[in-house]
């Protein structure tokens, strides 16, 4: 099992230009998570997923879009990065939302920056 | 907005030495809550899950107090691989995502 992974692990972007983040897991888990972390601000939510097909937005979802076409992959889109978007990104997965079964399994990570 | 707060430290202790983390939470209907750890430039890992009861893992014990909705987690007996952040992490019921606090950050020194 690899658990959940990322795609790519580093990137460098110029202001105004546009990538997308990649996020898989085979632990067949229903929910996924984006979150970015900048020193002092903790983990913060930008969008998830409960399932196939579904998106919700989290905390900080403004500037970025997400895609669930398939239940092991989450997709988060910047489509005009700006320089506040430099950060680490983490995708992550449970089985479930509630209670039982909302532990959550972190993929390594992406950092970004955007110049 | 709903908030989990720790205290960010850091908390520099011998090798050997017990520390204990607080986590307090503001959302008195919250369901789980979990200890989460960091390491540096690592993405965050589940250390262990809270119960009402309390519980123990090896050289770790978290304790639940939801009347003051506090959570505390002891290290006993540090080990330098024991230096990481540590995440307080909180769920409310229902369909709702984990809230997480910023962390606190433990260095163990030879």
């Known amino acids: 099992n690899a658990g959940v992974t990322q795609t790519p692990k580093f990137r460098v972007l110029k202001t105004g230009q546009s990538m997308t983040l990649l996020c898989a897991q085979d632990?067949?888990?229903?929910?996924m998570y984006w979150y970015r972390q900048d020193p002092g601000m903790g983990l913060r939510l930008i969008h998830y997923?409960?399932?196939?097909?579904?998106?919700a937005k989290g905390e900080v979802p403004d500037g970025y879009n997400v895609s669930r076409l398939k239940k092991q992959n989450f997709l988060l889109g910047l489509e005009s990065a700006a320089p506040s978007q430099t950060s680490v990104y983490f995708c992550?997965?449970?089985?479930?939302?509630?209670?039982?079964?909302?532990?959550?399994?972190f993929g390594p990570g992406t950092r970004l920056t955007v110049l | 907005r709903k908030e989990v707060e720790q205290d960010p430290g850091p908390f520099n202790v011998p090798e050997g030495a017990t520390v204990a983390f607080n986590c307090t939470y503001s959302?008195?209907?919250?369901?789980?809550f979990f200890w989460y750890r960091q390491d540096c430039r690592k993405e965050p890992k589940l250390l262990m899950s809270?119960?009402?009861s309390g519980n123990e893992d090896g050289r770790f014990t978290a304790q639940l107090n939801r009347a003051s909705q506090y959570i505390s987690l002891l290290i006993r007996d540090s080990k330098l691989s024991d230096s990481a952040t540590y995440l307080c992490?909180?769920?409310?019921?229902?369909?709702?995502?984990?809230?997480f606090g910023k962390g606190t950050r433990l260095s163990v020194i030879a």
């Open positions: 632990m067949n888990h229903e929910y």
């Open positions: 809270v119960y009402s």
């Open positions: 992490v909180v769920k409310e019921g229902g369909n709702t995502p984990l809230v």
């Open positions: 992550a997965s449970s089985y479930s939302a509630f209670p039982i079964g909302s532990e959550q399994f």
């Open positions: 997923s409960v399932g196939e097909g579904t998106t």
């Open positions: 959302n008195s209907a919250s369901q789980s």
